[in-house]
């Protein structure tokens, strides 16, 4: 697969410590494991002239108190409090000052963030998504974007999850629904 790197971007999405370290309050070992594949991408972009855009998924402690239903901390526990280091980029990704770092609040990326206005006032129309919870934001960003006409292309071995089914089913959901399925070693810049 080449791609035109004027028109695409790298979507790394939620690698944090709180999914990447062991330490982290929801920690996934294959979020762990997704990091080399997902580094090697962003990389590869970079040097191509594309695109990198990270996101952060952080709550504010108090964010879910008045919610009638839709309450993370009580499906998952408390996880990237915002301010603290669980809600930090995990320290080995190379996050630059070009890069956009979007901070978003629910599992889809595109919900009430910058994030599509400034992929549209570049020209992006392919991104390349990867980083973390597979079945979680991952697929929920994958969605969304191909909602909004993006072409989405999750890249399976830079995925991570908490159990390798939940990839798998979110793996084969995006490509029968949304999206496709790609290696990171099989995606070339022209």
């Known amino acids: 697969m ?3 790197p004027i028109t695409t971007a790298v979507v790394v999405v939620d690698m944090q410590n709180g999914f990447c370290h062991p330490d982290g ?10 990091l080399d594949p ?5 990389a590869r ?9 990270y996101t952060r998924d952080v709550h504010p402690p108090e964010q879910f108190e008045d919610n009638h239903y839709y309450d993370e901390f009580e499906r998952w ?12 980029l995990h ?5 630059r000052e070009a890069d956009l770092v979007v901070e978003k609040h629910t599992y889809d990326a595109f919900y009430d963030t910058q994030l599509e206005g400034w992929l549209r006032a570049r020209g992006i129309e392919n ?10 934001c991952v697929l929920h960003t994958a ?10 292309m999750l890249v399976e071995d830079a995925i991570g999850a908490l159990e390798a089914d939940h990839r798998e089913y979110a793996l084969e959901h995006a490509d029968w629904l949304f999206g496709e399925v790609v290696e990171h070693a099989d995606v070339d810049f022209e």
């Open 91 to 95: 320290d080995p990704l190379d996050v």
């Open 77 to 88: 526990g408390e996880h990237v409090v915002e301010g603290t280091w669980d809600a930090e």
């Open 2 to 4: 080449t791609l035109d």
């Open 127 to 136: 991104l390349l998504l990867c980083g973390t919870l597979a079945n979680v």
């Open 143 to 152: 969605g969304s974007a191909g909602l909004r006409d993006f072409r989405p």
């Open 45 to 53: 972009v970079r040097e191509a002239g594309g695109r990198v855009v």
């Open 25 to 34: 309050s929801l920690y996934a070992p294959g979020s762990e494991e997704a």
């Open 38 to 42: 997902v580094t090697d991408l962003v």
